[in-house]
């Protein structure tokens, strides 16, 4: 069995920048181990000093060099723990990050809500098998112009001639993990129904990637048992095999601004465990009347997983799978359904991102000054991120699989926890750490931003510590 080990130091997930400067190299260490001790706090708290908080500034805003350059060190390491994992999963997805008009920001785009602008943030994010986080293989930012720039007869043939159009960053985002994996590890590749297009699907079967990828377009013609009919007549005939039970949480209503079929796409629904059935079957994928790519049909996988008898009054829960994994057997069914439920880690990986590390509170004035704001605090998510997933996937662990022996002694002899018992599991010591940001038992489970809080006290706490440690002793002069 793999020892475990306690959660590393930021400083590798940033070693060997390439920046141009070795000044700014070590800059980047510095700013990086800066925030980590306190990744939710504004820059000025964060830094420390009006010195270091205006080096800060120049480094952002420095046209030297770009985001890409400062996340590469994180991706390599993400990279090298996906070789010793051996077999990955790799999820994909979008986040909006938004900011309101109030004060001038240069170079973001509007967004759907009125008043706001901001940016997309695709991210990568490579988990090992049990779910456990291993870091990004890739992130980019795009912005929108808000400028319709075609008339409505003309749109499939603009969108397909456009190189730039904002459904290739699958594409990219897949590429760039291929291209480095080099059949060193094993990768599978998960998305959502915006991973549903041809050109993308048509790329991963060429170049024999695994995937996971629900369906989206039900509508469109596939062949199966050499007849052509609409996916969604081939999904509604497919018989059950498999039946089991799986936790649902809550879905809220959406913003008011969410378009019309976003709201029928994801219905609110209250927290219930769901009674599902599984099947799947064999269809062949045909190019659509929307792509120009030149690609003969080729044959997958579907798993279509569904609620036969939902509660009343409560949508019932369908995903349709397409996947190149065997489901051949119960095990292998059910093995392509708990891969595709790994999809939300990304949602809670954006959580860490936007409300533990507070970064749609960055008061940074340019996109490409926010971009490289985000390429630093992305591996902070991250750490967030893995500190929760080592809770949930054993929380009987030892506390030493999450904390070093001094955060441990730290975490008990805070003021907000003194007297506490010494962590047993990592379920004691996570609970600490909540206490430290000013959890009360009483309030349920503890979220992004309490969690934020107590790794912020903690960093500090162990600042501290270290500080004290290095000090030379001192004569009493009394």
């Not at 130091?9 to 925030?35: M, Q, T, V, Y």
């Amino acid at each position: 069995m793999r020892k475990r080990r306690a959660l590393s130091r930021l400083a590798p997930e940033f070693e060997g920048a390439n920046l141009g400067d070795e000044r700014r190299s070590k800059r980047l260490a510095r700013i990086a181990e800066a925030l980590d001790r306190d990744p939710g706090s504004g820059f000025p708290q964060s830094l420390g000093s009006e010195a270091e908080l205006e080096a800060f500034y120049r480094f952002i805003n420095n046209d030297g060099f770009d985001a890409r350059a400062v996340l590469e060190p994180h991706i390599r390491a993400t990279l090298k723990r996906a070789r010793d994992a051996g077999d990955v999963i790799v999820v994909h997805d979008t986040t909006l990050v938004e900011y309101s008009n109030n004060s001038p920001r240069t170079g973001l785009g509007p967004t759907m809500a009125s008043g706001r602008q901001g940016f997309l943030a695709h991210a990568s994010l490579v988990l090992r098998g049990d779910g456990q986080p291993l870091g990004l293989s890739h992130l980019e930012t795009l912005t929108r112009s808000g400028k319709k720039r075609r008339s409505r007869k003309n749109t499939s043939k603009v969108i397909r001639e456009d190189r730039n159009r904002e459904s290739l960053r699958w594409v990219r985002a897949v590429e760039s993990l291929e291209e480095r994996r080099d059949g060193l590890f094993e990768a599978i590749h998960v998305t959502d129904a915006e991973g549903d297009f041809f050109e993308f699907l048509a790329g991963l079967h060429d170049q024999s990637s695994r995937f996971v990828i629900r369906a989206g377009q039900l509508d469109r013609i596939v062949g199966e048992d050499g007849e052509r009919a609409s996916l969604r007549s081939v999904v509604d005939g497919i018989q059950a095999r498999v039946h089991r039970e799986a936790p649902l949480s809550e879905r809220k209503d959406p913003r008011r601004w969410v378009a019309e079929a976003a709201k029928r796409k994801h219905p609110p629904r209250s927290a219930r465990v769901a009674r599902l059935a599984i099947g799947a079957t064999r269809i062949d994928i045909r190019k659509t009347k929307y792509s120009d790519v030149r690609a003969l049909p080729f044959a997958i996988n579907i798993v279509r997983v569904w609620e036969p008898d939902p509660p009343e009054g409560e949508s019932a829960i369908e995903w349709v799978l397409l996947t190149t994994e065997d489901v051949s057997t119960r095990r292998a069914l059910e093995r392509v359904v708990d891969i595709y439920r790994l999809r939300w880690t990304i949602e809670e990986f954006f959580k860490a991102l936007k409300t533990g590390c507070s970064l749609e509170k960055r008061q940074i004035t340019s996109y490409d000054a926010l971009c490289k704001v985000l390429a630093v605090l992305a591996p902070i998510a991250y750490r967030l991120l893995l500190l929760r997933a080592i809770h949930r996937n054993d929380p009987t662990a030892p506390p030493t699989a999450g904390f070093s022996r001094t955060e441990l002694h730290l975490l008990t002899s805070a003021p907000a926890t003194k007297g506490r018992t010494a962590p047993a599991n990592m379920d004691d010591a996570l609970m600490l750490l909540a206490r430290l940001g000013g959890h009360l038992k009483q309030n349920g489970p503890p979220g992004w931003q309490t969690l934020g809080r107590g790794y912020d006290r903690l960093l500090m706490l162990r600042l501290g510590w270290e500080l004290a440690r290095k000090r030379p002793p001192q004569c009493d002069q009394s």
